[in-house]
């Protein structure tokens, strides 16, 4: 029996990684922030738009849904990314932006 539970302990201990994102951050509160994106046709143009957003310290998370053209950027809670930043990244990536919603 003590076996199993020095067992299972380890397996916790190193388990806890698989509950962290992309950037090895934990997820806390998050707000959303939905994008709408012109141009944004293919697979390649969600992976690109990801790239970009996920360089920043603040996104936790970029959901594409190509059938809507939009993106919703998961942000920690509390802190800020500007409309400004947004249409910049956006736009560097090669798209537009058509709204964006808080």
Same mark, same amino acid.
């Given at each position: ?10 397996? @916790? ?36 738009? $990801? ?11 970029? /959901? /594409? ?7 919703? @950027? $998961? /942000? ?23 709204? /964006?919603?808080?």
């Amino acid at each position: 029996m003590k076996k199993f539970f020095l067992t299972l302990a380890a397996l @916790l201990t190193f388990a806890s990684p698989a509950f962290a994102d992309h950037n090895g951050k934990t997820h806390g509160a998050l707000d959303t922030i939905t994008v709408g994106v012109d141009g944004m046709v293919c697979d390649f143009c969600a992976r690109s738009l $990801e790239k970009s957003f996920y360089q920043l310290e603040n996104v936790e998370g970029v /959901i /594409i849904d190509l059938d809507k053209k939009t993106m919703a @950027l $998961e /942000i920690d809670q509390g802190t800020q990314l500007t409309d400004e930043k947004i249409k910049e990244l956006v736009y560097y990536s090669g798209y537009k932006v058509r709204d /964006i919603k808080r």
